[in-house]
């Protein structure tokens, strides 16, 4: 195809010759209609056709580009060290091809880290066993027997607070009123009653002491000696052994426990009917009851009732207070219409800024983690690991050519011993190249420094490794915070919609009416307020006919018990029942045991209530202790002082009445009001709180916690293993960065049990690479112990670390082969580097293209807004090379956003794929972009110069005869374009010979 300067040019000229050609044409027509002689001379003249064709005309526009590659990218150091290989400036980098290699060495404070990691390990291993030690041993039963007696202490002070007051506990309380108010007034005003009481008090207690005097009555002593008798006759059977009695009831006792322990594990037919009629029961139960009110229900009643009186109350008798409230509450609905109508304050609005801003700070340095400093650094990872990989790779060389030299010694040795001539000069020849092949090897500059490239890349990894992980769900909270104070912001700048003001304002008319209410009831309004007073004590009444709160809690416990003794039956005993019921039949055994062997404790018990038995007889026998005389004598005293009191109360009993009958009448209104919210959700966070504990001790161990716990121990050994490894492998090494391909990101080290798609993509390159063909290795994305000795091979070939994992510093994935540009200013071998040092820009110069490699080569060119609809992606068009060479394209992309250029001109920016790669030096160059712009189909085209103007108007092509002479026909001409020209003609056919200048 022509390029569009030379369709330029031809065009002009074809211009050109049309109008000079209309002369000549009109005297070559004006000289034929004559009959002139000079028709003969023309004849003679050879001249120069063109067939005419048909085919396709089109007009192209043409819009400058830029040619470039795709995807660009700047190498990083991805360890410190000194370098050792670098691949050279412009070089093709192919997978499995290193791109630098690092000799380093560990510094003090990575050994340091090492060791600390290694220690943390330690630790972390030992916490992980101890925990999954502590849990396999258990509770002890201790612990498991405080849990029940804390659980059902509190369950008793919950169900005792909740349950609601009863009639007889009400009556309780009432009578302890009537009791106390009887006492202080028997204390103010003693009846004859209680002094004839209080006397017979004092008689009693002289009667007792002259009883103590007196000693022993001979009932006391008869009592007394038959306990003596029993304690005995106790001690004498254990003794004596069980009797047949006891023994059999023993062994029943073993049997029924062992029943109830096979009932558990395989419960009968006749039980699960049974659970399942006590289940419907209890259900029915439950139901009859939830027919009634609850005691919510009830409360709510009797609210209602108090709020109605209250509200008839204030209607027929408003107090200063209720006054007031309305006042208050109207003064403050009207303020609030005030500040709604006022709007924002400028404090309001400082303060929302304040908090956007302080959220987009927030936000900003998770991005730029993100999106700048871990970038960068990885990058440099990359590159160090590339100068490692090729000093391995240099050394490598290097070794192989000091052992080619070796054989070409032994060669030559061999040949002379043999005295054969010809192997001699072949041995000899072979030894001369294998010194050249190694003395060019080791000139080589830079020459390969393993030490510099291991420190440059250990330097781009820790770097790396100090740029903290932005944690997911911090950065969604982020913007989730922002997105909130933005909000808050708008709505503070809007002010209060209209809803907000109705609102308000109707918040001020109802005060209002709520005031006029107060001050001047209507009579209807007191004719509803005793309305609403009938009806919700009406509502309290029928509502205590039904159930009360307990009777429903009750039926509540019944259904869920039944319905679990149901479960169970169902699903088979547990094993703490298991075990409970098993306990139950050991304990029945061992009692069976105690009966016919009584052990020494149970004999010492029966000792000990025999003496104490014969004690008490004892002292009945020698009659009252000096001890026992005083207290019958304070007992004397205090009766006639009881006396004395109702006689002559003092101030101090008069005190003592008045505080018991304030008690009296605060019980009695607790009762009455019940318990409040607090103390209620106080009792049931109790009994939750306990329930928990008992069940976290009862519990046994799940497989799944057995499982956690056990998966902690691997991930610590795991952890300890890693840091073992991290701690050998601190030493002198050579690392290089070495290309792979792939779309995903090497953003891990990668070893053992690690799954994911950049595993898979590493697989994919070992057994691209020709390491896949160890036993059991396939590219599954699961890096397993196949992929392991894959890698160790690898890495066995490199002549770089052999441990077995992957790292960013090791690999770069890219999608294709890659260009290194030019190396930084001082990257050169044997310098040293730090880690994430830029090393030099990468271009990748080939992508997949649906599954196929193809140039990474694009054009960017500016499509002028007028001419927009010419283009649409996926369109074909042509690109020309500065050296008029062409290459097919296919527009990809088209940027929706407008541009203006320096002349204020809009365009819109296409991108446009390549067919084949373009020679590379023109990368960067301008390029021009030809877009088809008119067509026509199927027509008949003839050179622009063919044509020829007539005197009479209009134009003419002359067609050469097959008897070598020439007619004019005249065409009508359509679309020019590229030199040509669209003809149309009666009895001008396609192939026909038309004359063109010379």
């Not at 073993?254 to 699960?272: G, I, K, S």
Request: hydrophobic share 45%; charged share 20%.
């Amino acid at each position: 195809m022509s390029s569009p300067r030379s369709r330029r040019a031809r065009l002009l000229i074809s211009i050109a010759v049309v109008t000079i050609a209309a002369g000549a044409a009109a005297a070559v027509v004006t000289g034929i209609r004559s009959g002139s002689d000079d028709g003969d001379a023309t004849k003679e003249m050879a001249l120069t056709t063109t067939p005419v064709e048909r085919r396709d005309l089109a007009e192209y526009l043409e819009i400058s580009g830029t040619l470039d590659y795709a995807t660009a990218a700047t190498l990083t150091a991805g360890s410190s060290g000194v370098l050792g290989y670098l691949a050279a400036e412009g070089a093709i980098v192919e997978r499995g091809e290193p791109l630098y290699g690092v000799l380093h060495s560990p510094t003090p404070a990575q050994v340091a880290d090492a060791q600390h990691r290694l220690e943390a390990a330690q630790n972390g291993l030992l916490d992980a066993d101890g925990r999954l030690s502590e849990a396999l041993a258990g509770r002890s039963e201790a612990d498991i027997a405080s849990a029940r007696a804390t659980l059902a202490e509190v369950t008793q002070r919950r169900d005792e607070l909740l349950a609601p007051a009863g009639a007889a506990d009400l009556a309780t309380a009432e009578a302890a009123v009537l009791a106390a108010r009887q006492t202080l007034a028997d204390v103010q005003n003693p009846t004859e009653a209680a002094l004839a009481d209080a006397r017979s008090r004092l008689a009693q207690a002289q009667q007792n002491h002259t009883d103590l005097l007196a000693g022993a009555a001979r009932a006391d002593i008869d009592e007394a000696r038959a306990t003596t008798d029993t304690a005995a006759e106790a001690l004498a059977d254990l003794l004596a052994g069980p009797s047949q009695t006891d023994i059999d009831t023993a062994e029943a006792a073993v049997l029924a426990a062992r029943q109830a322990l096979e009932d558990l594990q395989n419960p009968t037919e006749a039980a699960l009917a049974d659970a399942r009629s006590r289940l419907a029961q209890a259900q029915q139960n439950h139901a009859d009851l939830l027919a009634g009110p609850s005691q919510t229900d009830i409360d709510t009643a009797e609210a209602a009732v108090l709020v109605a009186a209250e509200r008839l109350a204030d209607l027929q008798n408003p107090t200063a207070a209720a006054l007031a409230d309305a006042r208050n509450r109207l003064a403050r609905a009207e303020l609030d219409l005030a500040d709604l109508l006022a709007g924002p304050s400028q404090t309001d609005v400082d303060a929302a800024e304040a908090a956007v801003l302080v959220a987009a700070e927030r936000l900003e340095e998770f991005v730029e983690i993100s999106e700048e400093l871990r970038p960068a650094a990885l990058a440099e990872r990359s590159r160090a690991a590339g100068v490692l990989a090729s000093v391995h790779q240099q050394l490598r060389t290097q070794d192989a050519a000091r052992s080619e030299l070796a054989g070409a010694e032994a060669a030559v040795l061999e040949a002379a011993l043999a005295e054969d001539e010809q192997e001699l000069v072949a041995a000899r020849q072979r030894l001369v190249e294998a010194q050249q092949a190694l003395a060019a090897l080791q000139g080589e500059d830079p020459s390969p420094n393993l030490q510099a490239a291991q420190q440059r890349f250990q330097a781009a990894e820790l770097y790396l490794a100090s740029i903290p992980e932005p944690d997911a769900a911090d950065y969604a909270d982020a913007r989730a915070q922002l997105a909130r104070t933005t909000d808050s912001l708008r709505d503070v700048l809007a002010g209060p919609s209209q809803s907000d003001i109705d609102t308000a304002e109707a918040s001020v008319l109802a005060a209002e009416q709520a005031l006029t209410d107060l001050q001047n009831p209507t009579e209807a309004t007191l004719a509803d307020a005793h309305s609403r007073l009938a009806q919700a004590q009406q509502n309290h009444a029928d509502l205590l006919t039904g159930p009360s709160q307990a009777d429903i809690d009750t039926a509540e416990a019944s259904v869920a018990t039944a319905f679990q003794r149901f479960s169970d039956l169902l699903a088979g005993a547990a094993t703490a029942e298991i075990d409970a019921a098993e306990a139950a039949v050991l304990a029945a055994e061992q009692a069976l045991t105690d009966l016919q062997n009584p052990t020494e404790a149970t004999l010492a018990d029966a000792h000990s209530r025999l003496a104490q038995a014969q004690q008490n007889h004892a002292d009945l026998l020698t009659g009252p202790s000096q001890a026992d005389i005083d207290t019958a004598e304070a007992a004397v005293l205090a009766a006639e002082q009881a006396l004395t009191d109702l006689q002559n109360p003092t101030e101090a009993t008069l005190a003592d009445a008045h505080s018991r009958l304030a008690q009296a009448q605060q019980n009695h209104a607790d009762l009455l009001t019940g318990p409040s919210q607090a103390d209620i959700d106080t009792a049931e966070a109790s009994v939750l709180a306990a329930e928990q504990s008992l069940s976290d001790l009862v519990a046994p161990l799940s497989p799944q916690e057995l499982a956690a716990l056990e998966q902690a121990v691997t991930s610590a050994q795991a952890a300890l293993d890693r840091a073992l490894r991290d701690v050998a492998d601190l030493a002198d090494g050579y690392q290089t960065k070495v290309v792979m391909y792939g779309d995903a990101t090497a953003y891990r080290t990668m070893s053992l049990g690690d799954e994911g798609p950049d595993v898979r993509q590493l697989e994919e390159n070992l057994a691209a690479l020709g390491f896949g063909e160890a036993a059991g290795f396939s590219v599954d994305g699961s890096f397993d112990e196949a992929t392991e000795a894959a890698v160790r091979a690898w890495q066995g070939s490199l002549g770089t670390y052999v441990d077995g994992e992957v790292g960013t510093a090791d690999v770069l994935f890219v999608s294709g082969q890659v260009q290194v540009g030019s190396w930084q200013p001082g990257i050169e071998a044997g310098q040293d580097i730090a880690a994430g040092v830029p090393l030099a820009g990468l271009t990748v110069i080939e992508a997949p293209i649906d599954g196929v490699m193809a140039t990474s080569q694009r054009v960017i060119a500016q499509l002028p807004l007028a001419a927009r609809d010419l283009l649409e992606e996926g369109d074909t068009v042509n690109v020309e090379l500065p050296d008029n060479s062409d290459i097919a394209g296919t527009v990809a992309l088209i940027n929706p956003a407008p541009l203006t250029d320096a002349q204020g001109e809009g365009f819109v920016e296409v991108t446009i794929t390549l067919a084949e790669a373009a020679p590379v030096v023109w990368i960067g160059a301008s390029v021009d972009v030809e877009i088809v712009e008119t067509l026509v189909r199927d027509v008949l085209v003839v050179p622009a110069t063919a044509l020829l103007a007539l005197v009479e108007g209009g134009y003419a092509v002359e067609v050469l005869q097959p008897d070598g002479t020439t007619v004019l026909v005249g065409v009508e001409t359509g679309l020019f374009a590229d030199g040509d020209v669209e003809v149309r003609a009666t009895g001008l056919r396609e192939g026909a010979p038309v004359v063109v200048p010379r």
